[in-house]
């Protein structure tokens, strides 16, 4: 099993930055891919960012340019840089992980923009 902890997430203007953060721990082997979705009410969950262990990176359209995802495997640990935030960024964040085919997921950050 591997659990996921994100940390954070808050309270931001519009234009503002926050850094997310997401811990693993359990019994780890590799992760290819590391990502962060988010998922508003009356929407799906939408991919924000994901990065593999190549350190390729794929990023949502409304988030490129805005966003940085990196990661840390000497920690077990996955980032998620945000900067010129807007208030559609407003959405709870979970950060994902799969290994073996089992998916895992946080239990999300709140993130909040006013305008």
């Known amino acids: 099993q591997v659990q996921l902890v994100e940390s954070g997430g808050g309270l931001v203007q519009a234009g503002g930055s926050l850094r997310l953060s997401c811990a693993a721990s359990g019994s780890i082997f590799s992760f290819n891919a590391m990502d962060w979705y988010r998922r508003t009410p009356g929407k799906q969950r939408e991919l924000v960012a994901s990065i593999r262990s190549g350190r390729i990176v794929k990023y949502a359209d409304s988030v490129k340019g805005r966003f940085t995802i990196s990661r840390d495997d000497a920690k077990n640990s996955v980032y998620l840089q945000m900067d010129d935030l807007k208030p559609e960024d407003t959405a709870v964040y979970y950060c994902?992980?799969?290994?073996?085919?089992?998916?895992?997921w946080g239990q999300g950050t709140q993130v909040t923009v006013s305008s």
């Open positions: 994902h992980v799969e290994q073996f085919r089992k998916d895992y």
